[in-house]
């Protein structure tokens, strides 16, 4: 942009318009984006902006936005998010909807990011991972045919030459229960009581606090997490975030104990993975973990990985990486994902964009 327009923060209410849409209208209600008359198709053969005007609404419940769907009450219409556990089953085995819905692998990794900074314990990190219920959280997401796959690591399988299991975390580790491993998450406790005794206060007196984003699922999946925690006597509060929520949790003296969060991939490289979760100069380090005894020697594992340019050589690295951040768990790695949407009858060009994790926006037209 040119150095007139750079407003920082500011920039994002008022974005310079470059493409062949701009914006109309931006609200707490509304993002309205129309035509920018100064584009042209003859300059930009890659674009394809098939509507006349895009409207994204904010802020709706999202059982209403379901049963907008469901009822077929907006032909022209996409769900965005995706819709509710509760209401898969009505979408995806309704012939009805047979040919306006997909369910299908993501290339997102979920996990809860410790913030080590507030949480420097390993024991009462490794305790959380062991003791959280994935299968009650799995089950309620709809199973593996909907909630995808427990993780083994930081890293997607649909990365391909860059995936391994880590044998740490997930299926294939030794300690790994998918109901919650209390026994060996007491004992990791219990040496935390001696070996970092204010962490293990701040965990089970003062309480942990977790940082989400706004959904109607949290009523459900809340006492699933902090019943599975409080088995072995950590208890756990959640800040829910309505509105920035990255905005907020990338801020370091916002960020509280715990983030959830979810990271793909930019392109088919763990380059793109490994050194932006867990270095310091990347762009989406929510494990504040530079002052972890671990740090340094990872760190510079990862600049020879960056530089490595034999792809096996490379490819081998990162996982080895990635095994190293999970036995220092500086994330709680919870599963990979699977991805639904919904669309109106009147939307057409639907598909799913697998390197970016979601429908082909620019597809998308009106029939």
């Not at 470059?18 to 209600?29: H, Q, V, W």
Request: net charge positive; hydrophobic share 35%; aromatic share 12%.
């Amino acid at each position: 942009m040119q150095a007139k327009l750079d407003k920082g923060d500011a920039y994002d209410l008022r974005p310079q318009a470059t493409g062949p849409y701009k914006i109309a209208e931006n609200t707490t209600n509304q993002l309205k984006l129309v035509r920018n008359p100064k584009w042209s198709k003859a300059s930009d053969s890659i674009r394809t902006p098939y509507p006349d005007e895009v409207i994204m609404k904010f802020g709706l419940d999202e059982q209403v936005i379901d049963q907008v769907f469901l009822n077929d009450s907006m032909w022209n219409a996409v769900n965005f998010g995706g819709p509710l556990p509760a209401n898969k089953d009505e979408f995806f085995q309704s012939d009805k909807f047979k040919d306006r819905r997909i369910n299908t692998s993501d290339p997102y990794s979920r996990y809860l990011a410790f913030n080590v900074k507030k949480m420097p314990c390993l024991e009462i990190r490794q305790a959380m991972y062991l003791s959280r219920n994935s299968k009650a959280i799995l089950d309620y997401a709809g199973g593996t045919f909907f909630g995808g796959t427990y993780s083994t690591g930081s890293i997607s399988p649909l990365l391909g030459l860059d995936y391994s299991p880590t044998k740490v975390v997930g299926p294939g580790s030794p300690d790994f229960v998918a109901t919650g491993n209390v026994a060996k998450a007491q004992e990791l406790m219990d040496k935390a009581k001696t070996s970092c005794p204010a962490d293990y206060k701040h965990a089970t007196v003062d309480g942990l606090v977790i940082d989400v984003s706004q959904s109607s699922t949290l009523q459900d999946t809340i006492p699933i997490n902090t019943a599975a925690w409080a088995r072995v006597g950590i208890k756990v509060t959640y800040n829910i975030i309505k509105s920035g929520y990255y905005s907020t949790v990338l801020n370091p003296a916002k960020q509280n104990d715990l983030s959830n969060s979810g990271w793909g991939a930019d392109w088919a490289n763990a380059s793109t993975v490994i050194p932006e979760l867990f270095t310091l100069e990347g762009g989406f380090n929510l494990s504040q973990n530079g002052d972890d005894p671990a740090y340094k020697e990872f760190k510079a594992a990862v600049d020879v990985a960056m530089k490595t340019t034999d792809r096996a050589k490379q490819a081998a690295m990162w996982k080895a990486l990635d095994v190293k951040a999970m036995e220092r768990m500086w994330i709680l790695p919870t599963n990979y994902g699977k991805s639904q949407y919904i669309w109106g009858k009147g939307v057409g060009g639907a598909f799913f964009w697998q390197p970016q994790g979601t429908l082909a926006w620019g597809k998308l037209y009106i029939k």
